[in-house]
């Protein structure tokens, strides 16, 4: 399967890119900068260069799913969390809809709502309003909702439940084995999920989704 990786040059997209290359699939590592490049040619990974703010169909050539797994960071305005993490989400799914790529990851967040008042009330809305247009679509879809995400080294134990709102905290290292393991099972089409650190393997947490 080649999975065109969205934000791969992102904290958790570069674990995912990983784990791809070290299985069965194929990944491609979409990014917005040519100087990101070398760390992919390094494992030998193609890469494709894309702009969420602007289309990227092109970047679905040949592709066969999709993880988004890109963000707007900590460190920009509301408004680039608006367009990357809503618009530039939506247009993803619209651009995996124009090339038939059907089965779409999305990496979102525990406690997006779209009324959301907390602290980072912009993030979660965005998050929100990308999950509802992906869930309305004719995609073959996964959510993973991670709580608040670390660079712990991850245990490959999880806790993943149905509710979507609540706190805790996930490795990233989790994140992206849920993001690559949620491709190649089928229990997980149309599902969305809250992955938190815990005691259950990972992929037996899964297969109960």
């Known amino acids: 399967m080649k999975v065109l990786v969205i ?26 900068d040519p100087r990101q490049r070398e760390p992919f040619d390094r494992l030998g990974v193609p890469t494709v260069l894309g702009d969420l703010e602007y289309p990227i169909d092109h970047c679905l050539a040949g592709c066969d799913a999709v993880i988004f797994a890109a963000g707007s960071g900590g460190h920009t305005g509301k408004d680039k969390t608006v367009l990357v993490d809503h618009l530039g989400a939506i247009r993803a799914m619209v651009s995996a809809q124009v090339r038939g790529v059907k089965r779409f990851v999305m990496l979102s967040s525990l406690n997006a709502d779209i009324e959301s008042q907390s602290k980072i009330a912009h993030y979660h809305r965005a998050k929100a309003h990308a ?6 679509s004719d995609l073959d879809y996964t959510i993973v909702c ?8 991850g245990n490959d134990r999880v806790t993943i439940s149905d509710q979507l709102h609540g706190n805790g905290k996930t490795a990233r290292d989790h994140v992206a084995a849920a993001l690559v393991l949620s491709l190649d099972l089928a229990n997980t089409i149309g599902k969305s999920f809250s992955l938190l650190d815990g005691d259950t393997p990972i992929d037996a947490a899964l297969r109960t989704v």
């Open 7 to 32: 934000g791969a040059n992102g904290n958790t997209a570069t674990r995912v890119v990983r784990r791809l290359a070290a299985g069965p699939h194929a990944p491609v590592a979409m990014m917005r």
């Open 131 to 136: 999950d509802h247009y992906l869930r309305e």
């Open 146 to 153: 991670p709580g608040r995400l670390t660079d712990d080294p």
